[in-house]
């Protein structure tokens, strides 16, 4: 029973325009929202965070929309970068501060 | 700057062999997990702790083990590999303040093959 939902593996865009990343979530529980930039054979880092209290967050070209009724979250980067190429992962943290993390999906950043 | 380390980046075990992965963080941080990462199927956390002595299990701890006797210091154990442990394992540490600041801080990862 998947928890943390990134339905898209791969995405693709254009160089200065919009990625939107999404992701689903079926556990109510969770109070934070991360998502995680992760390069080959290189371990994630933290990108950006909101709390399931909040709807929004934004921190540069990264903003995180949270919709509560809906359980999705989504990740927008404007405008997008080729060093933006990478996998994204999105986590919802639980009730022991773990994190449960979605599949992931490769973005690609093309000139 | 905050630093995880782990102890190989690429290992080579025969199956039945006992593997240890070590994992070494300098932010004294309580909490330290271990996830492995394969293809099609992100991160799944294994264990985790938050502090000297104590562990807890993850989704997928058949198989493994872990020790934490020093709180910098946090190991991964196949007790007997065998082929379907075969992955990148990541060790991450995070602190206890539950904050929005409360991200976990990952090591380069250890890619492990069991032949």
């Known amino acids: 029973d998947q928890q943390v939902k990134q339905n898209s593996p791969s995405l693709s865009v254009q160089e200065g325009r919009i990625s939107i990343l999404n992701c689903d979530y079926t556990?109510?529980?969770?109070?934070?929202f991360l998502w995680y930039k992760k390069y080959p054979a290189e371990g994630p880092t933290f990108l950006i965070s909101?709390?399931?209290?909040?709807d929004k967050n934004e921190d540069g070209r990264f903003t995180v929309f949270l919709n509560k009724s809906a359980k999705h979250l989504s990740l927008h980067i404007v405008p997008s970068q080729p060093g933006d190429s990478a996998v994204y992962f999105c986590a919802g943290r639980g009730s022991q501060g773990n994190l449960i993390f979605g599949k992931g999906t490769k973005l690609s950043v093309k000139p | 700057d905050v630093k995880v380390t782990q102890s190989s980046r690429y290992l080579v075990k025969r199956t039945g062999e006992k593997v240890f992965l070590e994992c070494v963080q300098d932010m004294d941080h309580e909490n330290m997990f271990w996830y492995r990462q394969d293809p099609g199927l992100g991160l799944r956390l294994i264990y985790f702790s938050y502090d000297v002595k104590m562990k807890e299990k993850g989704d997928i701890p058949e198989g493994y083990s872990v020790s934490r006797e020093k709180k910098e210091r946090f190991s991964l154990i196949l007790e007997s590999a065998s082929t379907n442990q075969t992955s990148m394992y990541l060790c991450a540490s995070s602190s206890f303040d539950r904050g929005w600041r409360n991200e976990q801080y990952f090591g380069p990862g250890t890619r492990l093959t069991v032949t």
């Open positions: 556990n109510s529980m969770f109070d934070y």
């Open positions: 909101i709390s399931s209290i909040k």
